[in-house]
């Protein structure tokens, strides 16, 4: 019983020495983004974010309103480009590497005001090893960075709305 207690409070020991090593270095859990609206319009081209895009609006306490008139803010998603590059070849010619890059971008303004925003663009990058022989596996893993890089766009557009803040009121 005593070598329970001895390795149960070791192990509590590990766990406040990192949490306090977690706490000293800043890491926080992502909470709720602070946005200075909690309703939003979003007009222009359906993308493959949008889905997403309104699902962390929501999440975030910001409804996506169906028309411009009951809208504190305007999103206008502009456009989008996913590109597969060539970043490194074998000597026998064969691909080694791939570098994906996502890109989209969009523009805000106010109701009430006719000018919209400088255009925003937000860009996701992702490297990947390429290999012949593991093709539908690598087929599945760059499908996984696409979507991750999707995700980052997002988590980006409401970093960036959150940062108008002080115009959106």
């Given at each position: 019983m005593q070598n329970y207690r001895s390795?149960?409070?070791?192990r509590i020991h590990w766990l406040?020495?990192?949490?306090?090593?977690?706490?000293?270095?800043?890491?926080?859990?992502?909470?709720?983004?602070?946005?200075?609206f909690k309703n939003l319009y979003i007009q222009g081209n359906t993308l493959s974010i949008s889905r997403e895009l309104k699902q962390s609006l929501n999440a975030n306490g910001i409804q996506v309103v169906a028309n411009a008139e009951n809208a504190e803010l305007l999103l206008d998603l502009l456009d989008e480009t996913n590109e597969k590059r060539?970043?490194?070849?074998?000597?026998?010619?064969?691909?080694?590497?791939?570098?994906?890059n996502y890109r989209m971008?969009?523009?805000?303004?106010?109701?009430?005001?006719p000018t919209w925003s400088t255009v925003?663009?937000?860009?996701?990058?992702?490297?990947f090893s390429y290999n012949d022989n593991a093709l539908l596996g690598k087929a599945d893993e760059e499908?996984?960075?696409?979507?991750?890089?999707?995700?980052?766009?997002?988590h980006e557009i409401l970093r960036r709305l959150t940062a108008i803040k002080s115009t959106a009121k």
């Open positions: 390795a149960f409070m070791h406040v020495l990192l949490t306090l090593i977690l706490s000293a270095c800043g890491f926080q859990l992502r909470g709720m983004t602070e946005l200075s060539i970043l490194s070849l074998s000597g026998g010619g064969l691909v080694r590497e791939f570098e994906l971008s969009f523009r805000t303004r106010e109701p009430a005001s925003q663009t937000v860009q996701v990058r992702r490297d499908e996984k960075l696409n979507i991750s890089m999707r995700n980052d766009a997002v």
